[in-house]
């Protein structure tokens, strides 16, 4: 028994001192690899030292193979993603149109895209009237935009700034609001919001930074008014209660389309020189009758009691012959066509406005 205990603690002793000696062995095989790789690092750094530059041109040859390759692998997936951004964020950026007309009455919409403000040379035999039609703006936004004095103030060469709509760009100041611009420049603040190029600090309450742009669409310069005794501001009442319009809505008035239906210009113009009278296209109440500054003039609302308003815009001054809260039936005189506020000519700017907004005249007159 005691041999035994002998030869047990002899065999232990012999497989402590193999353990040791393996892990011995083992620890000089790590130590020896760690040297043999800082020998190479060491070398490496010598050489790339002593060669400093001699690679660079062969690094720099490999990586543009590497990035072509990488472009030629996933092009079918970036021509994809190109077409599906195009497809989702510009569609629509080519709807701004400047409709044909026969004798330029139109209510105006520039054909610029994306609300840019562009340079344009002026040529030989242009005019601030001719640039002005070519650019679907008016005489005076020309005129604002480059501080000119007159109509006859431009020269051969000379860069002028378009504005892509018909009004004025203002420079924000320290205290503005949007109301208070819009006050300013005699237009509605929700001319100022519904323009999309407009940008505002806090999209919720439409707050303004101090030394921002913004394009005013139908805005005048507060120096460049001029008063016109004419003039008298629209009043708006509620429509009769029961006053209901019935059947198809009739043409408002005689004339040729001039401008048609578009995303910017949600209306139909109809034009003719020979001012004839504006009718209600269905009968209804007079809700709204008088000037608006915003660029439609002389104009007078219908509610038609079933959903529906009308719109007559333009109108020849003195001419209106309703008053809010009157009723009419269809048919009946409401104005004289004319070209006052944001026009060109003679001409009547007509709205449709539904139950779920403004929509193409013609999809309902008969």
Known sequence: ???????????????????????????????????????????????????????????????????????????????????????????????????ANQSGASTLVSNLSKGETTEYRVQEGDTVSSIALKFGVNIDTIMWENSLKSVDAIKVNQILKILPVTGVRHTVK?????????????????????????????????????????????????KEIIVDTTRYTARTVAPIPGVVGEGNFMWPTAGYIS???????????????SNPNIVASQGGTVTTAGWNAGGYGNYVIVDHGNGYRTLYAHMINNSISVKPGERVTQGQKLGVMGSTGRST???????VIGPGGKLNPLTVLK
């Open 1 to 99: 028994m005691f041999e035994l205990k002998e030869l047990i603690a002899a065999e232990m002793k012999l497989i402590s001192e193999f353990l040791k000696l393996e892990g011995l062995a083992v620890t000089r095989l790590f130590k020896w690899t760690l040297g043999w790789a800082g020998w190479i690092k060491l070398l490496i750094s010598k050489m790339m030292y002593r060669q400093r530059g001699r690679f660079s041109q062969s690094f720099v040859n490999a990586s543009m193979a590497f990035l072509f390759f990488v472009v030629i692998l996933f092009s079918g997936t970036l021509e994809n993603l190109v077409v599906n951004s195009e497809g989702s964020e510009n569609s629509g950026s080519n709807y701004l149109l400047v409709a």
């Open 174 to 222: 320290r205290g503005e609001t949007i109301y208070s611009i819009a006050k300013s420049h005699q237009v509605d603040a929700q001319n100022i919001i519904d323009y999309p190029f407009n940008a505002f600090s806090n999209d919720e309450t439409f707050a303004l930074s101090a030394g921002q742009e913004l394009i005013i669409p139908d805005g005048i310069k507060p």
């Open 259 to 273: 401008q048609k239906y578009a995303w910017y210009h949600q209306a139909v113009d109809i034009a003719n020189k």
């Open 345 to 351: 000519g003679t001409h009547l700017h007509f709205e």
